[in-house]
């Protein structure tokens, strides 16, 4: 269970931005998630936003096709990310439906890397999608949840940090959580309150944000302690 107090949440109405407050003092720490659906970036501005950190979008597999695709922005968005001083890590948007499938993703993320260091843990996200077609959708609690985990270890092995993103939907009906506890979690929950009583470390509260830099929307993320 965390030990987070909603009664620490405040929300600035305009820029749609949380933030976390223990004793009156704010502990979190403002962050963003983004892919090429985003286009160039500036980071510079981004920064000057107050943003710290982000999770910049590795790969994904196809939800039809099962095609595993490098995002194109990648690497310019990590690089040019850390050049001004946003601490970095990376996510996976999985369709695997075999453990060889994540050992496969987790394996192209790191090739993509090259050996690149992160400030922050590669995050394997995997979503129910609408589409009825959609290839993660059919398989059982077990097996998504054996996995989840085979790319986690897979990343574990090559000495980076790990953690794995979920809804509630996710947490509570499609993953056995009680096999995922050691793993640090990033919860998606688009709300002004936290209702999700298990442990995480990243919420990401708001689809449709705004940050300097950055034409369009953003999704806006908070990490709920201080970094070290």
């Known amino acids: 269970m965390h030990s987070y107090n909603n009664d620490g949440i405040s929300k600035d109405e305009k820029t749609k931005e949380i933030t976390y407050s223990k004793n009156g003092k704010v502990v979190s720490v403002k962050g963003i998630d983004v892919s090429s659906h985003q286009g160039d970036i500036d980071w510079e501005l981004v920064k000057k936003d107050g943003v710290e950190f982000a999770f910049v979008r590795a790969c994904y597999r196809g939800y039809g096709t099962g095609k595993l695709v490098v995002d194109t922005k990648c690497i310019e968005n990590l690089q040019n990310a850390k050049a001004a001083g946003i601490k970095v890590g990376v996510y996976v948007f999985?369709?695997?439906?075999?453990?060889?499938?994540?050992?496969?993703?987790?394996?192209?993320?790191?090739?993509?890397?090259?050996?690149?260091?992160?400030?922050?843990?590669?995050?394997?996200?995997?979503?129910?999608?609408?589409?009825?077609?959609?290839?993660?959708?059919?398989?059982?609690?077990?097996?998504?949840?054996?996995i989840?985990?085979?790319?986690?270890?897979?990343?574990?092995?090559?000495?980076?940090?790990?953690?794995?993103?979920?809804?509630?939907?996710?947490?509570?009906?499609?993953?056995?959580?009680?096999?995922?506890?050691?793993?640090?979690?990033?919860?998606?929950?688009?709300?002004?309150?936290?209702?999700w009583p298990y442990q995480f470390e990243v919420w990401q509260y708001c689809e449709k944000g705004r940050v300097a830099g950055i034409d369009g929307y953003v999704d806006l993320d908070v990490w709920m302690s201080e970094f070290e």
């Open 94 to 146: 999985s369709q695997a439906v075999t453990k060889d499938e994540a050992i496969e993703e987790a394996d192209t993320v790191l090739c993509t890397l090259d050996g690149m260091k992160l400030d922050l843990p590669i995050v394997y996200d995997v979503e129910k999608l609408p589409n009825k077609t959609a290839r993660m959708n059919a398989l059982s609690v077990q097996g998504r949840t054996d």
């Open 148 to 195: 989840a985990i085979a790319f986690l270890e897979e990343i574990k092995a090559f000495n980076y940090e790990c953690m794995l993103y979920h809804n509630t939907e996710m947490g509570a009906m499609l993953f056995d959580m009680t096999r995922l506890e050691e793993y640090n979690k990033w919860f998606a929950a688009y709300s002004d309150e936290i209702y």
